[in-house]
Nanobody, 115 residues
Framework: QVQLVESGGGLVQAGGSLKLSCAAS????????AAWYRQVPGKQREWVAR???????YYANSVKGRSTISRDTTNNTVYLQMTSLKPEDTAVYYC?????????WGQGTQVTVSS
């Protein structure tokens, strides 16, 4: 079983930066991809960024140019670096990672951007 633990959320002023982390622990043999999503109360969860097992990355238009998804293979951690944050980036951010072809979700971390 794999567990994902997220961290790095918080309160930041507009224009600021945050780096979210998603650390995986447990029995892991193969990384099959990862993604970050975000959700605002009352709205559907929104895809933000994705990394394939090939390390190719993709971003939603709303964060393109301001966010970077990356991975540290030495500690099975996926990151989401966000810059030039806007109030509309305020949400709970969730990581979704696929290890050994099984899907796992983090518990979510709150990001609040003040204007």
């Amino acid at each position: 079983q794999v567990q994902l633990v997220e961290s790095g959320g918080g309160l930041v002023q507009a224009g600021g930066s945050l780096k979210l982390s998603c650390a995986a622990s447990g029995s892991i043999f193969r990384f099959n991809g990862a993604a970050w999503y975000r959700q605002v109360p009352g709205k559907q969860r929104e895809w933000v960024a994705r990394m394939l097992s090939s390390s190719s990355t993709y971003y939603a238009n709303s964060v393109k140019g301001r966010s970077t998804i990356s991975r540290d293979t030495t500690n099975n951690t996926v990151y989401l670096q966000m810059t030039s944050l806007k109030p509309e980036d305020t949400a709970v951010y969730y990581c979704n990672s696929v290890y050994d072809s099984r899907d796992y979700w983090g518990q979510g971390t709150q990001v609040t951007v003040s204007s």
